[in-house]
């Protein structure tokens, strides 16, 4: 008797996700916090990464590495590409650097004390 029930309740939740329309992109809002990938590259361009658009029309961005407190990368275009994190339930990678790359520094303290940039 349960699997008679089963059957037609799998089948009418089956219709009922296939029938929702496409999602519109999310709003993510003038700033992103985490780990930040370059354009084309696979290495992380920041662990602890703060992007934050700028200019009128918002696009241009800047990503400021708060772990080396220096400013990593400087771009044009696109903000960041997110991959399939909200349609896949996996572990994400980080996101990756979208535009073209204007400016960036090499990994590296960005501040120092008595004129010495050796990590303590």
Not at 3 to 25: H, S
Not at 35 to 62: L, M, N, P
Request: with cysteine; hydrophobic share 40%.
């Amino acid at each position: 008797m349960r699997t008679f029930l089963l059957i037609p309740i799998l089948i009418l939740f089956a219709a009922g996700v296939a029938a929702q329309p496409a999602r519109a992109e999310p709003v993510r809002g003038p700033f992103w916090s985490g780990t930040v990938r370059g354009q084309g590259r696979t290495e992380i361009i920041a662990d602890k990464g703060i992007v934050v658009t700028a200019g009128a029309d918002t696009k241009a961005c800047f990503c400021y590495d708060t772990d080396l407190m220096r400013l990593s990368l400087a771009w044009t275009g696109d903000f960041l590409e997110f991959g399939n994190t909200l349609t896949r339930i996996e572990w994400p990678p980080p996101p990756q650097v979208k535009g073209t790359p204007v400016f960036g520094t090499r990994p590296g303290p960005g501040w120092s004390k008595e004129d010495r940039f050796t990590d303590p």
